[in-house]
């Protein structure tokens, strides 16, 4: 390898043919320099027009980035990208992401990622180890869940084996399906899982003991250490270095993975070991507790006012997990859902089985139900919230105050998930970061929305900020204090977007955590503005990665690399499905619903203005160098990141600019 920090090798695996090959990954550096960077230059490449999320040529591209297995701290991430079978109203590109240890034991088995092609004619997983791969059958491991897969896979091969899986739902093609590794390391939104089931690939098992090399290993030791020092727990989120007592001595409770919290008690990271199982009576569970799942028991006098009780709740989740189905659907979108339909006399039995959300044994008959696609109802809802909606002829209009667009539930957007309080001007900037991508815009949604509250005493009463250093603190990452004053309405709500999104596709190419990343503020200084040693805090990530690899960047060639990948995303949409300014402003009727959160400093609730919207749309086209009547890319705009071919190709889809 030219470059340090790369395995040096791409594996490609047709399981149509059974052909494994490999390819440098040189052929793709440095302009396409890993993850969703290097997936993007795939897909436009590979993907051919009216390709289907199940169809066999749909590439399952699972690709690390250079930071990935090495010493860099919050790294080690995974994305995963493809058409994805989850979009709505149409299949198309799209990405996610997972962690744990399977992406970096992938970069020391010799690979810098898998991209696989074709159906197997019957279950198969992958085996891989230090450059090798083979395609093994997967028979008996069909039908079993994610958890067991593992287990199963790691008993033949060794307890230092990864394995990244599929449940039954993945296999019967729900649409919902994740894919996942360990206990909570879930490739969650896309519906990726289906597109494994529909490969016939159960797993992916890896093992690896090959070096990486370091450019600079003196330098990369000094910035980790720096970066570490600065981001280790400083998002300020007071309760996020406790641990409850009770669940300590009675669930074995400890902290797990994530290092920073949402803002939500319930949200973070814990691993629980002696939990007794309510179902399966006379079990003991353990498990992983991350993110969403932490509302699966319930929470009185709230949004989510089931109650399941916390041992109950788990094991359900435990259950999603096995299962393999995505949890922010299940959450967030399908359960409120039904709520809805049952409050509304509209639904008060599923397939027989009375509603009933205080019931685990409900709860277990419906997921189980829906990854295995048994009965009418439960087989609808197989197909996401929305589709289901559709095939059942009901609930048209609870849709649309849980599912922003693209067949996604709301999150941070001041709405839909009703758990995240990002109230009005600052969900302007979730409404257009949901106009403008192909699924939930979570990563840069936490950017922006999640790291705004964070800094407000309405959130954090101990550590937070107040208004006035948190519009000195937007000054100096934005250019400008309106673009967090929290009276500034509809301006300056465009460049964040604008900016979130070349870190967005940094995180998911470097890869980094986006609960860290961007490192936009601190509570470690005097002025609040994030900096280790000689580097602020946006720098960190390229500071990391050219000290690893070597390549000679600065921030503004790393961030014209990532608006690079913005852009031809985007010329992809336009060429394969006809991405519109129409389709981004199909998300104008959600946001106009009043039931936004109430803005605590001015005493009232806001809905969008469409007109004024639209305007903020004008501005984030012009920056960029998009057709304000079309939303595609111009000639010209291609041509600056370097992508005349594709700006022929795409022809009169696009515009020369007057």
């Known amino acids: 390898m030219k470059y340090g920090g790369y395995a040096g090798k791409l594996l490609r695996v047709n399981l149509t043919t059974g052909a494994v090959e490999q390819q440098d990954t040189m052929d793709y550096l440095p302009n396409w320099y890993g993850g969703r960077a290097m997936a993007a230059r795939i897909a436009w490449d590979e993907i051919p027009p009216g390709t289907g999320a199940f169809d066999p040529a749909n590439p399952l591209i699972i690709l690390t980035g250079p930071l990935t297995g090495t010493a860099a701290p919050f790294s080690g991430r995974t994305t995963v990208s493809g058409v994805s079978a989850q979009g709505h109203p149409v299949e198309w590109y799209s990405r996610s992401s997972f962690g744990g240890h399977w992406g970096p034991e992938l970069k020391h088995a010799g690979f810098d990622g898998v991209i696989v092609t074709g159906r197997a004619p019957k279950p198969v997983f992958l085996r891989i180890e230090n450059r090798t791969c083979t395609v093994e059958d997967a028979g008996d491991l069909w039908g079993m869940g994610i958890y067991s897969s593992q287990k199963k896979i790691m008993e033949r091969y060794g307890k230092d084996w990864r394995v990244f899986s599929i449940g039954p739902a993945g296999e019967n093609k729900v649409r919902i399906a994740i ?45 980790c250490r720096l970066v570490l020092k600065e981001a280790h727990g400083s998002h300020g989120w007071p309760h996020t270095a406790k641990l409850d007592p009770y669940k300590v001595k009675r669930f074995g409770q400890r902290y797990q993975a994530c290092t920073q919290g949402c803002g939500v008690k319930c949200y973070d990271a814990r691993f629980y070991t002696t939990v007794p199982a309510v179902l399966q009576k006379g079990k003991t569970l353990s498990g992983q507790v991350d993110c969403i799942a932490g509302l699966f028991p319930g929470f009185e006098e709230s949004f989510y006012n089931w109650n399941l009780g916390f041992e109950a ?242 921030d503004g060639d790393l961030e014209h690399a990532s608006e690079r990948v913005i852009q031809l995303e985007r010329a992809l949409l336009v060429r394969n499905w006809s991405r519109s300014r129409t389709d981004d402003e199909s998300v104008i009727p959600y946001f106009e619903k009043t039931e936004q959160q109430t803005n605590p400093l001015i005493g009232k609730q806001v809905a969008l203005n469409p007109e004024k919207f639209k305007k903020v749309m004008d501005e984030y086209y012009t920056l960029r160098g998009w057709d304000k009547g079309t939303g595609r890319p111009t000639v010209e705009t291609l041509k600056k990141f370097d992508l005349r071919k594709e700006a022929e190709e795409l022809g009169d889809k696009i515009v020369e600019k007057d």
């Open 313 to 554: 709740g788990f094991e359900i989740g435990q259950i999603a997990n096995d299962e393999g189905l995505n949890h922010w659907e299940i959450l967030v979108g399908l359960i409120p859902w039904l709520r809805f339909l049952k409050n509304d006399g509209v639904l008060n039995r599923i397939d027989g089985m009375e509603i009933d959300l205080n019931s685990p044994e409900f709860w277990a008959f419906l997921l189980r139900g829906i990854s295995r696609r048994e009965g009418e109802f439960r087989s609808a809802l197989a197909e996401g919230t929305v589709r289901a909606s559709q095939i059942l002829g009901i609930g048209k209009e609870r849709l649309k105050e849980l599912f922003p667009a693209w067949g996604y539930a709301g999150h941070w957007d001041g709405h839909g998930d009703r758990i995240n309080y990002v109230f009005f001007p600052y969900w302007i900037v979730s409404a257009l970061q949901w106009a403008m991508d192909t699924r939930d815009p979570i990563s840069s949604a936490h950017g922006y929305g999640q790291n705004i509250m964070g800094w407000s005493r309405i959130c954090s009463p101990e550590l937070g900020l107040g208004w006035d250093r948190i519009k000195k603190v937007s000054a100096n990452v934005y250019g400008s204090e309106i673009c967090a004053d929290p009276e500034s309405g509809y301006r300056g709500k465009a460049f964040p977007v604008w900016w979130h999104g070349q870190r967005s596709v940094m995180k998911d190419s470097l890869t980094v955590g986006d609960q860290v990343f961007p490192r936009i503020y601190s509570l470690r200084t005097e002025d609040n503005f994030a900096r280790a040693g000689n580097m602020d805090g946006p720098s960190f990530e390229r500071h990391m990665f050219t000290s690893l690899t070597g390549i000679p960047w600065n």
């Open 179 to 223: 894919a996942a590794t360990e206990t909570e390391s879930a490739s969650g939104q896309g519906g990726y899982g289906a597109v494994m089931g529909s490969k016939n690939l159960k797993a992916i098992a890896v093992h690896g003991t090959l070096p990486l090399e370091v450019a600079e290993p003196e330098r990369f030791t000094e910035v």
